[in-house]
């Protein structure tokens, strides 16, 4: 940064456009030549953003008249840095039926979320113990399937909701875990009639 002195202020005073500008809709210039990103950044989708700028005097200078306009064009590159989100689930809730009598340990459905960085991590996926305190469900951390832990009694509780929540180790700070979670309602219904 340079400070220009009062009696030379006017001249000093520079024009800076944005070049094909055209090209770079989200880049919003004010009259002092700084520029604004007007729309998120995204390392997934573009890594990397280059545009030119022109850079030229508002107000000549009479004893400089005969050498023209003063003016560069300089050309800037802004990489996109990349930041960690948290996987995200397919959808933000599901819905499972299952028979009241359904034996212990099968599989009544599966949860997915994916890590939508470049490079993506394992994704891992648990039960918030506080939404299953009696531990009706359990679920595979990598797979996301669902099962029963044990028979469920349609009569007692008509209706079960689980959060689950999907985690993954941070690329930069492995003490760090980014989380998401979606909820689960598990409707148990009456076993169908037994045809002898």
Known sequence: MFRVHRPFK????????????????AIDCNALG??????????????????KVDASNA?????????????????VKINVLDVDEPP??????????????TPAGTIIGAVTAQDLDAGSGPVRYSIDWKSDMDSYFDIDPVEGTISTNELLDRES????????????LSKYDKDDRLCDS???????????PHTP
């Open 59 to 75: 107000h000549l200078d009479a004893r400089y008249q005969s050498f023209g306009a003063f003016k560069d064009t300089a050309t």
């Open 88 to 101: 995200v689930f397919n959808k933000p809730s599901y819905v499972m039926d299952v028979y009241e009598d």
């Open 34 to 51: 700084g520029y604004r990103w007007g729309s998120p950044l995204d390392y997934e989708s573009k890594k990397a953003y280059t545009f």
């Open 10 to 25: 006017r001249a000093a005073m520079m024009l800076i456009p944005l070049l094909y500008m055209k090209y770079h809709p």
């Open 157 to 168: 509780i008509a209706r079960h909701n689980i959060s689950i929540v999907a985690t993954k």
């Open 182 to 192: 979606c909820v689960i309602v598990v409707l148990p219904s009456p076993s169908p």
